[in-house]
Every structure is written in structure tokens, then in C-alpha cells.
């Protein structure tokens, strides 16, 4: 079953895979076509048919930007632009990105192809490309000014390098950094290993973490912000807008999260413990990993992690840091909990009859109701779960697993029906006495103590 969001990315998707058959028929051009999308959801990627065999990686409200095979060498088309990314229903933001997004597509190759990489610049400044962690020539690295020079607006660069290594790398801008990073140029670069039976897995995800400071009611980042983002984002989008990470009960599971924010994000997975098994630097050997359940992915910095999907159920995934799961909000509200203001809003009713008293009890109604908010930006807490608000924004999605799900198929299952008697439940009987400890021998320091006296 499809809803709306996956049939769109299903549609669009196949058309991203017209637009790479086609490329394919202009491979004696030039240039290679740069396909673009304006889709917003996840677009799961076929295997490839032309160049070396892969298992494809599914980006989260991302997708794989098309290739072509000009001999032996694979070729990609960047366009760097001015696009608008839907960071959420009702909440559009113009970026900088590439290929009509933010974040840019996935570029998928094979340990030992040589790529060339054609990068057309059609902001209103210059650009470069970052190929963080991949071993290339000085001369490719993609540092303006110390690389080579940066990318004039409407000119084309061509990188060209072998890939050495397999793993999970990134791309983005390292000209006028602070500001095109803040405004959304970032894209992740998967080396699949050339050995397929090399740490093989049944679901591949990532995504990468992507900071923003878009004020209510307007569209475009604060790019002079340093710490206070209210847009946390995964591929620039955010909750409850992030897909679910949809998996068949039994299957090996890898996801891979890059951080280019300015901050740490501890990523925290529910139901289940899994390993690290790779850095940007490369696979983690056997030996070498132990169980987690949270993973601090470090600034600039990206970690794979895999599990065995034995756990049915609807498991929460998010950032730790509780105000990455917030969207939109201030940060200097006086907190209220614990304060009578009902003789408050009595007063103030008279004149403005609408008023509330909120945050008296906590922050939970800003969950359940809908106050007006100003155009383009989304409540602080939303989304709703199959048992009430779930008071969540931001960072935050869910990995659903289920028996039986086809290969191919990351459509949403819906909500999990858990089984009679593995649910939470009201009771209603007598509660036995809750223990207390009153006893003198246990409390260190008697009250009334000789301190007093
Ligand atoms: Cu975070």
C-alpha cells in the first residue's frame, strides 16, 4: 500500500531513470545530462544497469543522481543552483543545493572505477567541490584557491579521479564555505565495495544531518547563525515529514548518517543495540566494534551502522539532543511550570478573549492543539502516532519492521499492531503501597542534624 508522498516518489523516480537511459543515449556528447528533481520524497534507486554491480543505498527524501559510462570511466553531471526544498507540508525553503535539491543527490560508484565528475556553477558566485574522504590528487580536492581555482558562475569544472577505497564520503562546498554550507550545498558520495560479498546488507540507508535558521514567515537561512539553528534537519527535512526507514523482518541493516551541521548529533535508535562498522576514514575490522545504542555522529564526521532487524514493531529514531527533536521555537521563554496564571488569563481574557495560559503543566498541549502559526514554518512538536500527538519535530523518524516486506518495496506499512499483552496498559485495581525509605539506618544525613546546631 502507497500513500500519496511514496506514489509521488515512486513517479518521479522513474522518471529520474528515463532521464539516466537517455543520458545514456547522448554518452558520445559532451556533456552528460544533469537530471534534476523537484521531488522532496525518497526515490529508491534500481540497480544499475550499465558499469560494475551494486546493492543501491536509499537516501532519505533523497535520491541517486543518474550516470553515464563513457568507456570505463563513470560520469556525473553537478549542477550547483538556487533550488526549493519542501522541508516539511507548509514549510518551503530556498536553498542553494544541486540538481533542483537540498541536499544534493547521492553520487553511487564502485571501489577501483575512475569517475569524472562535471560540476556547472549556476549560482551568483564562485564554487568549489569537497570530496571529503575520498584519497584523491592534490589537484582534485577541491579547495578554491588551494586546489585549484574556484568555479566562476556559469562556468563547468571537470574532477576526475580514481576511487582507491569503499565506504561512505561526502561532498560539498569548501569555497565561501560558511555561507553555501549554511545555505544548504552538501551531498553524500557512496563507494560500494568491488567485492559485492564484502559486509553485503539487505537495506542500505543514509542520510545526512543539515542545520538550519529560517526564521517564521520567511524562507531563507540565517547564514551568519553559529549555534542557534531552529531547523534541524535530515536532508533538509524534517519531522514528521521524514520518511520511515521501512525493513523486512530478518534483514541485515545499514545506516549511514554524515554530520555537517556545527554541532554533535547523538543518533539514538530504539528496540534494538547494533555496531559501528564504519567512519569516513573506512570499515571498522570485526574486532574492533562493540554495542551501542546511541552513536554521537561528530562534526564533520559520518558513521555507518548495521543490525539484524529481528525486533517487529514501530521504533523510534532520532537525535538526543532533545531540542533537535523541536522544530521552529524560541529559546527565551521563562519557563511557567508550577505557576498559577489562571487569575492571569481571567484578567487578560477581558480584553483578548482567544488568550491561553501555556506552560503551567509543562509544554504538552503545544503537541495536541492548532494555534495560528505565521506562513512558512510548522509547530514546534507534531506529527501524530496511532495514539495521540507525538510531540516531536526535527531529527526524529521511525524504522519500521515488519514480516514479510518485498526486496524492493519501502512503502509505509502504517502503524505497528502490537500484539495482545505486549502493550502498556491502564491500571485500574489497587495500587500496593509504594515503598519509601524512612529508615534512620539508611539516611546518611538525619534531619535535624548536628549541622543545625
Ligand atoms: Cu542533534
Redesign the pocket.
Same mark, same amino acid.
Given at each position: 500500500m502507497m500513500n500519496r508522498r511514496q506514489l509521488l516518489g515512486a513517479g518521479i523516480g522513474a522518471g529520474a531513470m528515463l532521464a539516466s537511459a537517455a543520458s545514456a543515449q547522448t554518452r558520445f556528447r559532451d556533456l552528460p545530462e544533469a537530471a534534476t528533481t523537484d521531488s522532496p520524497y525518497t526515490q529508491v534507486p534500481g540497480r544499475p544497469g550499465t558499469g560494475p554491480d551494486y546493492n543501491p543505498v536509499v537516501t532519505l527524501n533523497g535520491w541517486s543522481l543518474p550516470f553515464r559510462m563513457n568507456g570505463n570511466v563513470k560520469e556525473f553531471h553537478l549542477v550547483a543552483e538556487p533550488v526549493e526544498r519542501i522541508m516539511a507540508d507548509g514549510m518551503i525553503a530556498r536553498l542553494w543545493g544541486y540538481n533542483g535539491q537540498s541536499t544534493g543527490p547521492t553520487l553511487e560508484a564502485v571501489e577501483g572505477e575512475r569517475v569524472r565528475i562535471y560540476v556547472t556553477n549556476r549560482l551568483p558566485e564562485h564554487t568549489s567541490v569537497h570530496w571529503h574522504g575520498l584519497i584523491l590528487p592534490s589537484g582534485m580536492d577541491g579547495v578554491g584557491g588551494l586546489s585549484h581555482p574556484a568555479i566562476p558562475p556559469g562556468k563547468t569544472f571537470v574532477y576526475e579521479f580514481d576511487l582507491t577505497k569503499s565506504g561512505t564520503f561526502m561532498y560539498h562546498p569548501h569555497a565561501d564555505e560558511m555561507v553555501q554550507m549554511a545555505m544548504g550545498m552538501m551531498g553524500l558520495f557512496i563507494v560500494h565495495p568491488r567485492d559485492p560479498a564484502f559486509m553485503p546488507v539487505d537495506r542500505d540507508f543514509a542520510f545526512l544531518?543539515a542545520a538550519y535558521d529560517i526564521d517564521p514567515g520567511t524562507y531563507v537561512p540565517r547564514i551568519m547563525e553559529m549555534t542557534d539553528f531552529n531547523l534541524?534537519t535530515w536532508n533538509s527535512r524534517i519531522f514528521p515529514d521524514i520518511d520511515p526507514l521501512v525493513v523486512s523482518k530478518g534483514d541485515r541493516v545499514r545506516v549511514r548518517v554524515g554530520n555537517l551541521t556545527m554541532?554533535? #548529533?547523538?543518533i539514538h535508535m530504539h528496540g534494538y543495540d547494533f555496531e559501528v562498522t564504519g567512519t569516513d576514514g573506512g570499515w571498522v575490522p570485526e574486532s574492533a566494534r562493540w554495542p551501542e545504542v546511541s552513536i554521537d555522529i561528530p562534526v564533520g564526521a559520518m558513521r555507518a551502522y548495521e543490525f539484524d532487524a529481528v525486533h517487529e514493531g514501530d521504533w523510534a529514531i532520532h537525535?538526543?539532543?532533545s531540542h #533537535?527533536t523541536m522544530n521552529a521555537m524560541g529559546h527565551d521563554i521563562p519557563t511557567f511550570i508550577g505557576t498559577d496564571k489562571r487569575r492571569l488569563s481571567r484578567m487578560i481574557n477581558r480584553h483578548q478573549p482567544g488568550y491561553m495560559a501555556m506552560g503551567t503543566a509543562g509544554m504538552a498541549d503545544m503537541g495536541e492543539m492548532s494555534m495560528e502559526i505565521p506562513d512558512n514554518t510548522v509547530p514546534m512538536m507534531a506529527g501524530w502516532g496511532p495514539y495521540g500527538p507525538l510531540e516531536m519535530g526535527g531529527?526524529f523518524s521511525v524504522v519500521k519492521v515488519r514480516d514479510g516486506i518485498a526486496p524492493d518495496d519501502y512503502s509505509d506499512p502504517g502503524w505497528y499492531e502490537n500484539p495482545p499483552g505486549t502493550q502498556a496498559w491502564e491500571w485500574t485495581g489497587e495500587l500496593p503501597e509504594h515503598a519509601t525509605n524512612t529508615s534512620p539506618a539508611t539516611i546518611l544525613t538525619p534531619r535535624g542534624g548536628k549541622r543545625q546546631g
Open positions: 544531518l534541524w554541532t554533535n #548529533h547523538p537525535c538526543h539532543k #533537535h531529527m
